[in-house]
């Protein structure tokens, strides 16, 4: 496994802007008291998972959902298929990564629907056949003139980078399918246990298409389930200042006991990994709530986006729960892509310590004998070094070429079969 | 008093006349005897390899050196708070900058020059305690800093990470070098020996030096 080194201008304006914002609101509010509020709502939900998972299902059946459990991926993709039935449908999506998660629109592309992402940043990257390199922000790693190509493509006809009418082109070919589509998934950024209400919060209104159109699936992840209302004012708060550095998105949609004349709603609920990373010792990340924040300050993250980490879930959050959400995805020296400089720990949210958590995750990595060999021999060296006695003397101007010409220690990489570099 | 100063691996191999400059500044500080402790490393390659056993051991070796001494001076931010959450050393250990900091009032007479002022992600001290030292190095120096021209809060070291990963560690540099170029500094300046190696060897046209060694330079001591 390689970290991309080309240098990622977007991602890093992109972030740089996002930070900026996020900062000046932040200064604005009772931060602190804010994060300590939804760090215990959310330490709530990670110690009472199955409990509120319970309560949550209740409550949603009373209120006239259908609420299906899926254990993995296979069991999501094929509950959402029961829903829609065999025929090929025209479908709408809003941005979920638990949808990319458990490769649904894949599934259903491939089993002839006509799927249409409907989030500006999701239908780009769907359009360039990418994954999103961000949790909110999918189209980071773009600037305006790659997504000028990438429209011009779909449009058939040249388009300026102008930002304004590069959206006014997607607006008007993304209203079509709005008004066709037989059926719209959404995800969900909290459920709410107490009332069994889902909680999507969005800035580009497509999410009420989807959420409003014939029939309503939303596909998310168990761990999204919080114990009541009144915990969702600061989770709310936290959750848009870091992702965008807004006060509060421009919709938030609380959907409860659907009205007549409402379509039908089923709401698939997703452990695939979600239990066992909430009963393990990484189980401070299951606070997580998808606010991108760890990756917009990451050092690497900046440097070579969210596509280098291979999985759905990039950066510092993703090193913890991918292992869980997508192990087989996971590159085996992930716990690598960090300077564990701590960034992530200071800005997250809900304060899960993730810089540490890697740390453990290397550490896990090293008992298994699995730690990159070129790590694993320079430690040794510098513990037999440290040692002293004819050893240490031996050995420490050998580690004094290393330390002023790393490129040194490549040199036994060269030979190897797959060798990193 | 029995003093030592530890020589980090980095420093030793890198900057090695680091240390001599290290302790004129502690002499100026009012430690006149210093000796090179006998310790190679701290152990903080082990702890962020993974290797937890391996770090305690690296620890326990260290504070064998250290026995005898009353005072352990450690110019390396990364490896004293290292050695502290390892809880070695005890209250005998101190960040040579912090003695620097306060006890040195010795003036730069030469030209004003722009410099910038590195501060590793792994810091041990606190923003406030930090802009004391900066304000100290500016007066003490006579040097204008110039504020952290980008918003990455690392240089792309991170030990491990830049050994692994050493073309994404280089481009992350270059970026930081271009920035700093580009806001008027032509030397880096910091405490820290794994970053300013890391700074080192991807300086490009920039003058990269330990704090000891720029201080002397400036004729402090």
Redo the contacts between chains.
Sequence with gaps: MTLIAAPTTATRKAADVTLGKRGEVAATLAWETLRDQATAARRDTTEHLDELVAMFTRAAEAAGCKVLRAADNAAACRAVMDELGASPQVIIKSKSMVTEEIGLRHHMERLGFTVFETDLGEWIVQVRGELPSHVTAPAIHLNAEQIAETLSGVMGRKLSSDATALTEVATEYLRQPLRASAAGISGANFLIAETGEIVVIENEGNAYFCTSAAKHVVVTGIDKVIRKRSDLPALLRVLTVSATGQRQTVYTHLLGRPLPGDPARTIVLVDNGRTELARSEFSDATRCIRCGACMVVCPVFRQVTGHAYKTVYPGPIGILVAPYLEPKATPSDAPFFSTLCGACSDICPVRIPISSLIAKRRELLWKAGATPQMVRTGVSLWKLASRGGITGFVLKPLLTLLLRWPKLARLGQLTRPGARR | MKAALFVP??T???FSGDADAQRRLLALAGYPSVATL????C?Q????????D?AS??GR??DDAARGFDALFVASATCCGHLRHEGVGGDRLRYAPDVWVDAIRARSTREKTPIYLHRP??DVWDDARFDVYARWVEDTANVEIIARPY??????????????????A???M??RIGAIAAAGAGTVVSAEPGCL?HFA?HAGGLTVVPLATFLVSRGIA
């Design positions: 691996c980095t030793g191999a890198v006998g310790a190679f490393c152990g390659p082990a702890s962020t390899a993974g290797d937890r391996g051991a690296m070796t260290w992600c792994h918003k990455d809060p690392c240089c792309g070291f991170g030990g491990v990470f830049a050994t692994l990963f050493d073309r994404t280089a481009s992350m270059a970026h190696s060897h």
